[in-house]
C-alpha cells in the first residue's frame, strides 16, 4: 500500500517501479495506491507495472487533487500474466487540473484491462486523459474510461482519449469510453480507435 500525501503549497515527483525477476515463481501482487494533491501543489506521478510473465497483477489507485493543485500522472502497464488496473482521478477542489497520459504494451498470450475514471467534482476544474496501447501475438488489452461530471461541478473541462494498435492477426483491443454529465455548463469530450 503506497500514500503520498503533500501538503498545501508542495512541489513532488515521484518514480514508482513495480518489477519482479525474471525467473520468480508464480506470484500475486495486490496493489492500493493513493495520491493527496493539497491546495496550489504540484504533483508529477511516474508509475511503470513490469512485473515478469509468471505474475498475476490487480491495481486499484487513486488521486485526489484539491483546490488549484495540479498533477500530471504518467502510468505504464506492460508486465504480468494477468492485470487488472483501476484508475480513479478525483478532482475534488475547485480549479483543479490534471493530465494522465498511460501506456499499455501486451504480448504472448497477455491479457491486460484497465478501467479510468476522471470525477470532476469542483468549480472550473480540467483533466486530460490519454491512453495507448499496442498488442501482439494472443495478447489481448481492455480499456474502459469515464468522465464523471458532477451536479455542482459548473465550468468543467474533460477529455478523454484511447489510441490502440493491434500488432498480430490473433491479437485483440476492446475499448469503450464514456460520459456522465449531471450538469451544464460544460465541455466533455471522448474518443477511441482501433487499427490494425
Known sequence: RVWLWLEDGAEATINLNLSSRNDADETLTLVSLTAIVGRNSTLRLHEIQGLNARAYSVCEKTM???????????????GSNRSSSDLILDLAGDSASAKVNGVFFGSDEQRLTMHTRQEHHGKNTFSSLLYKGAVTDRARGVWTGMIYVDP?????????????????????????????????DVKCSHGTTVTE
Open 152 to 184: 455542482m461541478a459548473l465550468g468543467a473541462d474533460g477529455y478523454q482519449k484511447n489510441d490502440n494498435l493491434m500488432l498480430s492477426p490473433d491479437a485483440r483491443v476492446f475499448a469503450r469510453p464514456g460520459l456522465e454529465i449531471v450538469t451544464d
Open 64 to 78: 485526489i487533487v484539491e483546490s488549484d493543485g495540479s498533477a500530471d500522472w504518467v502510468t505504464v502497464e506492460a
